[in-house]
């Protein structure tokens, strides 16, 4: 028998329309959002309340300087003699905001995610003692219907035990009227 071949696009959607994936979207849509709040956060809340305590302003501005900028030097003629030259500078200010962006996020994301496995653990503990209710219920029908069912046999086997001693007694009821019987036909 020969196994369907699937295709790209047929593989494809079955990716795409299972759950998981689309709650990973919305996860990576919100998270960005998220992103944005807390870079806003830090740029114009944060920064600015610690640029009162630094003399430059803005941690923006605090940076080792490797290469200072220069401006073009132009001729006469007003061609470019020099060109421009960029800055080069270690920008120490910005990598500690990217730092407290991280540091933001990654609590931000601690508490939820906290919060998200104390419900499952609560959830977790609920259905265990549902489970074991439910098995202490089913462990309690289980000794009645023992029970029941011991009690059904005792009263077969008392049943049974007597309808054997009524069988015995019966029996020698008709021995004794056989030998009567026996002694009547040797007297005649």
Do not use: H
């Not at 920064?47 to 003399?55: D, M, R, T």
């Not at 029970?147 to 009821?173: L, Y």
């Amino acid at each position: 028998m020969a196994k369907k071949k699937s295709t790209f696009w047929q593989d494809f959607k079955k990716f795409v329309t299972r759950g998981n994936v689309v709650d990973m979207a919305v996860g990576v849509v919100v998270g960005g959002a998220f992103s944005k709040i807390v870079t806003g956060l830090v740029n114009y809340i944060i920064n600015p309340f610690c640029g009162i305590f630094i003399k430059k302003g803005d941690l923006d501005d605090i940076k080792t300087i490797i290469t200072p900028a220069a401006e073009a030097v132009l001729d006469e003629a007003g061609e470019v003699v020099t060109p421009a030259v960029a800055e080069v500078a270690i920008l120490w200010g910005t990598w500690f905001q990217t730092i407290v962006d991280f540091l933001i996020t990654a609590f931000c994301i601690f508490v939820v995610l906290r919060i998200i496995m104390k419900a499952k653990d609560k959830l977790e503990e609920k259905q265990k003692a549902e489970e074991a209710a439910k098995a202490a219920a089913e462990a309690a029908a289980k000794a009645e219907a023992d029970a029941k069912a011991a009690e059904v046999a005792a009263i077969a086997k008392a049943e049974e035990e007597e309808r054997r001693a009524e069988f015995k007694a019966s029996i020698m009821r008709q021995e004794t009227l056989l030998e009567e019987l026996v002694n009547i036909m040797k007297n005649k």
